[in-house]
């Protein structure tokens, strides 16, 4: 009984789990099957809680498109180095992640930002909304769990 | 200018009457002083993982946890070959590590490096009791599956207070925004945790607020016991039993008495013991014990609401979910 019930409790929390590593789920937010490699201009980055977002003007046949890639909190953000002068507007950078599950794009396509970089492939240093499903990669236990 | 002058005298001045006195400093009131930010993070976690068999481990082991959790975040912060694309479906990663700031080690007390926050039960594991866990699962299941309004979601994605036991209390580290303020007046105590902007006002002697009076951080009255900040917490709010962390994952039941104890034990560094006593949630009493350190930097508002883009953004993805399943 008393397996079953931890059972039961393990399988709830192991979803609670993607909640919980972040301010909410990737999954709650975005689409693990819709995945984004953009290049564009910074036009606009809001420094703000409970995560930084950076506006990104994208430009293919279809004309210009503005994305809105999710960030982390700018407190730690902060602590870490990343500040105003790191994104201003104008910097080109190219986003590797995931569409949210809406991809409407009404008004703003909206992503997040799993891996960003500058063109000659520094990190700007960006991060998933939580893990999806796996860990977070924090914690050197994760690998482990796996 | 004046205010980094002001803070930069200030923490002279701690740092000297520590220095020069050995004596605890002390605010213009006369209590002992707590005040400053600090800050939990660290590599230890509450419960003893399972390659410790002890509390105290050797700084071997200590050099090793903090290598191989700097080693996982460099792989996680390069998912990627240069020009490759993510693809659908697959692992979509982890956090960037610029965005957590979980601790680079594990802490230390009195100069022993510990393997958890917990000091009783002696294995470093929970007491819980598990009939009472497995009754709390199905609302937990609910509380991130279901997005049909705000409420249904989780106190943290409604910006109502941090996620896990941020808060507290006890106040537990997590992957990020680790980080307290203690100010003090007269009668009073409040510390303010960083995510989400939560404030705990400890009452000094103070009276009970009425059973039908539910804060979000529980109702907390402390005392001072020598240099010693006792608190005490009851009147946990219902909402925040279960607190779901990577790092812990702890219930808290409305009765449970939650006692605390700050001690300053040197400029840079409170010791913060807890205990848990919660007959319905635990076979037993649980204790812990961590330091809390001084923090570089201020905390900034914290203002979550008005930036949560993702309520917004969690159930427009729940509605398009509807429509493709129709």
Known sequence: MKIIIRIIFCLSFGALTLQANAHHAFTAEFDPKAPINITGKVVKVEWINPHAWVHVEVEDEKGKIIWMVEGGTPNTLIRNGITRETLVPGTVIIVRGYQSKGRLCLPRCIANGRDVTFPDGSKVFMGSSGTGAPRDGADPRDSKRK | MKSIKGTVLFFLITVFSYAEAGEVMTTWFGDPDLQGTWTNASLTTLERPDNYTSLLVTEEQANSAATLAADFTEAIDNPYEEGESPKAGENVGGYNTAWMDPGTQLFQINGEYRSSILTYPEDGKLP???????????????????????????????????????????????????????????????????????????????????????????????????????????????????????????????????????????????????????????????????????AEGNIYEYACHEGNYSMANILAGAREEERRNQ
Not at chain 2, 182 to 208: C, F, K, N, T, W
Request: proline share 5%.
């Open chain 2, 128 to 294: 819980r009791k598990w009939i009472t866990w497995g009754i709390e699962a199905p609302s937990i299941y609910r509380m991130f599956t279901r997005a049909n309004h705000p409420e249904q979601r989780s106190l943290g994605e409604r910006c109502l207070v941090g996620f896990g036991s941020s808060g507290g209390p006890p106040m537990l580290n997590v992957l990020y925004n680790n980080n307290y303020q203690i100010v003090q007046s007269p009668g009073y105590v409040m510390i303010l945790v960083e995510m989400v902007h939560d404030a705990r006002i400890i009452r000094l002697e103070g009276s009970p607020l009425p059973d039908h009076i539910k804060p979000w951080l529980g109702d907390s009255i402390g005392h001072w016991e020598g240099n010693t900040l006792v608190v005490k917490t009851k009147n946990h709010h219902l909402q925040q039993r279960f607190r779901g962390a990577i790092r812990h994952q702890i219930l808290i039941t409305e009765n449970a008495e939650v006692t605390e104890k700050f001690t300053r034990t040197s400029a840079d560094e409170i010791l913060y013991e807890f205990s848990v006593n919660d007959d319905v949630a635990y076979k037993d009493v649980w204790r812990g014990e961590m330091p809390l350190r001084r």
